[in-house]
């Protein structure tokens, strides 16, 4: 099983970045992951490009997330919500909508924040955009709190964290082979 991560923060050494890496470390066996990299090329979403031929960047993006069995979404919170790259993402995997690439396809979302938390609301806001662009979202969503506490040489050091993490990786690997 092929699985695509999206992190929606756009800095290398991020706590979602962070995590990201460490999700494709975690993967439970006959799954395998790839972080996606191109979310800050990806032009704003506008209708007017989005026809016949749209951007080279677009393309890559939705050919990605359609090759993908599955997809995980890491997203910092930015203002009580998802962080713009991740909803400009999935605006541009929803289209054409109803079809887009993300139609039909299984998700699960994590946050790592600073913030006590661990990015409820980003969660929440990821769970209800993913939903409506038609993934199927797993209901448990996974927050790592007080991020800079939790990772030690960009390795996530919390063992109860940890378990969470295998546990939100649990729930994909279950709405794949159902």
């Given at each position: 099983?092929?699985?695509?991560?999206?992190s929606?923060?756009?800095?290398?050494?991020?706590?979602?970045?962070?995590?990201?890496?460490?999700?494709?470390?975690?993967m439970?066996?006959?799954?395998?992951?790839s972080?996606?990299d191109?979310?800050?090329?990806?032009?704003?979403?506008n209708?007017?490009l989005?026809?016949d031929?749209?951007?080279?960047?677009?393309?890559?993006?939705?050919?990605?997330?359609?090759?993908?069995?599955?997809i995980?979404?890491?997203?910092?919170?930015?203002?009580?919500?998802?962080s713009?790259?991740?909803?400009?993402?999935?605006?541009?995997?929803?289209?054409?909508?109803?079809?887009?690439?993300?139609?039909?396809?299984?998700?699960?979302?994590?946050?790592?924040?600073?913030?006590?938390?661990?990015?409820?609301?980003?969660?929440?806001n990821?769970?209800?955009?993913?939903?409506?662009?038609?993934?199927?979202?797993?209901?448990?969503?996974?927050?790592?709190?007080?991020?800079?506490?939790?990772?030690t040489?960009?390795?996530?050091?919390?063992?109860?964290?940890?378990?969470?993490?295998?546990?939100?990786?649990?729930?994909?690997?279950?709405?794949?082979?159902a």
């Amino acid at each position: 099983m092929n699985v695509l991560i999206l992190s929606g923060s756009l800095r290398a050494d991020s706590f979602n970045a962070l995590l990201a890496r460490e999700l494709v470390e975690m993967m439970p066996e006959g799954m395998t992951a790839s972080i996606y990299d191109g979310l800050g090329e990806l032009p704003h979403y506008n209708e007017e490009l989005d026809g016949d031929v749209v951007p080279a960047p677009v393309a890559a993006f939705r050919g990605a997330v359609g090759r993908a069995d599955a997809i995980i979404v890491v997203t910092p919170e930015y203002n009580g919500a998802v962080s713009s790259a991740i909803k400009n993402a999935v605006d541009w995997g929803s289209r054409p909508f109803g079809v887009g690439a993300l139609a039909g396809k299984p998700a699960v979302v994590f946050s790592a924040t600073g913030s006590p938390r661990g990015g409820e609301w980003a969660r929440e806001n990821a769970v209800r955009i993913l939903t409506v662009a038609g993934a199927v979202v797993a209901e448990d969503t996974v927050g790592i709190p007080s991020a800079y506490e939790v990772f030690t040489d960009g390795k996530l050091t919390d063992a109860h964290l940890r378990t969470r993490v295998e546990q939100g990786l649990a729930q994909l690997q279950v709405s794949l082979d159902a």
